[in-house]
């Protein structure tokens, strides 16, 4: 069996200071474009009923996982203990609808969420930053730029105003390269594909080689 690490050890690693610096500057370039994309269209989240927290999200990155868990250990102990609670209701449900084959997509609220807002905001995923604005995508490989829809409330507020260029495609070239870096640095070989629900659950990461 691969040796584990605490993920909370991970996150104080200084070896990785400078990586966790880079994906804090480059969620700051991704907060800015969408910003910007987001008030040239005049949308807003702001009363959203279709709350995207309610969205099964997967994530790829142990960076991400690691600085998530990062701000996680600065709440308090109690805090801590009830979105851990909420995480393990949330993954039990997940597991039963996809055991059920339900046809529906699965609709539940990030352990996160609490009474609306993201408890660990300034340290959520990518994805829970860039969702809700239409953007286009180059798949690796160089094959031809993808282009997807905005969320169900971007299309009732703003769905018939004209595409503004909004390209993810540079944001996940970077957040790779980072994500390479940190595995190189500690490590790890396997690859993440985790909820905000599954981060929150396990504490360890699988590390093969640490140097
Ligand atoms: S991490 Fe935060 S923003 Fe992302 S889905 Fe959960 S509560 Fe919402």
Redesign the pocket.
């Known amino acids: 069996m691969e040796p584990q690490r605490p993920v909370a050890d991970l996150a104080a690693d200084p070896r990785i200071e400078p990586v966790v610096k880079e994906l804090e500057s480059l969620y700051a370039e991704m907060d800015r474009q969408y910003d910007h994309a987001a008030a040239g269209y005049g949308f807003s989240c702001t009363g959203c009923a279709d709350n ?2 309610l969205t099964r ?1 997967y994530h790829h990155t142990f960076l991400e996982y690691i600085f998530l868990r990062k701000g996680f250990e600065q709440l308090s102990g109690r805090m801590r203990a009830e979105i851990k609670k909420s995480a393990v209701q949330y993954a039990d449900a997940l597991r039963r609808a996809q055991r059920n084959g339900a046809d529906a997509p699965f609709r539940m609220m ?1 352990p ?2 609490r009474e609306g807002w ?1 408890v ?2 300034g340290f ?2 990518m994805i ?1 930053r860039l969702h809700g604005i239409p953007h286009e995508l180059e798949p690796p490989g160089g094959q031809r730029m993808v282009f997807y829809h905005g969320c169900a409330a971007f299309d009732s507020q703003c769905g018939h105003l004209p595409y503004q260029s909004f390209d993810r495609t540079p944001f996940y070239i970077r957040m790779s390269g980072l994500e390479q870096e940190l595995k190189q640095k500690l490590g790890i070989a396997e690859k993440s594909k985790k909820t ?1 629900a599954d981060m929150l659950i396990h504490d360890k990461v699988p590390i093969h080689a640490i140097s």
């Open positions: 995207c927290c999200f990030c996160l969420n993201c660990l905001y959520r995923p829970c905000v």
